[in-house]
């Protein structure tokens, strides 16, 4: 099957995109309204694109309303940002914080989730994430005649629980995948998670 992009509208690009560009890693990004309550929001468009300096990348559309999506609007505002790895106990809440809430209402709140500073940085973490970024905004860009808002952020600290930690030999941090159990976004409304792992080196 071959499909032309140039003949399907964008919903169907974006339909056929993410049914085929999967395993998605999944962002939980934890950000403060201006009230002071956070909001809370999951996206799958999101990956690391740099170590110098460490920054990763959020892709974000508009809301329903066609306005930004107000983890834009906050990290704008106050430039910083928690990006959690959700993990298998955390789906059902996770995807429950994809819903449209009302502007300046917390996600956090909503769901009952709690919270626990995180030392040293803007932001407090989600007490059960077992992986948090602490992050500044870097830059934003837009893209597309969405606009599609990229959201550059830089790593200025992280949070791994020490149950999913293994420290080699070489004095290098290992994260054992299996505890750490990530969630990753599938096609339409699936979901999976890691079932098999194969070790292959690289070759000399």
């Known amino acids: 099957m071959i499909v032309d992009f140039t003949a399907i509208e964008s919903g169907q690009r974006y339909f056929q995109t993410i049914q085929t560009l999967m395993p998605r890693p999944i962002a939980w990004v934890l950000t403060e309204h201006a009230n002071g309550s956070y909001n809370l929001a999951p996206f799958s468009f999101f990956t690391a694109i740099c170590s110098e300096p460490p920054l990763l990348m959020l892709s974000l ?25 959700p993990d298998r106990p955390m ?12 502007d300046d209402m917390s996600e956090v709140e909503q769901l009952g ?25 870097y830059e934003i860009k ?21 149950a999913v930690v293994e420290v080699l ?18 096609g339409a409304n699936e979901y999976g998670f890691l079932t098999d792992i194969t070790h292959l080196g690289r070759p000399d």
């Not at 789906?91 to 009302?102: C, G, I, K, V, Y």
């Not at 994260?175 to 750490?180: E, H, I, N, Q, T």
């Open 169 to 186: 030999a070489n004095g290098r941090m290992k994260v054992d995948a299996r505890k750490l159990d990530p969630v990753a976004r599938l």
């Open 142 to 162: 837009e893209m597309g005649a969405g606009p599609q808002s990229l959201l550059f952020v830089q790593i200025r600290q992280m949070f791994i629980d020490d």
């Open 61 to 85: 559309g508009l809301k329903p309303t066609g306005g930004f999506k107000d983890t834009r609007i906050n990290l704008e505002r106050s430039g910083f940002c928690v990006i959690h790895i």
């Open 91 to 102: 789906l059902e809440a996770m995807n429950a914080s994809s819903a449209t809430l009302a």
């Open 113 to 137: 989730l709690s919270l626990q500073p995180f030392e040293g940085f803007a932001l407090p973490r989600l007490a059960d994430a077992r992986v948090a970024y602490g992050c500044e905004i």
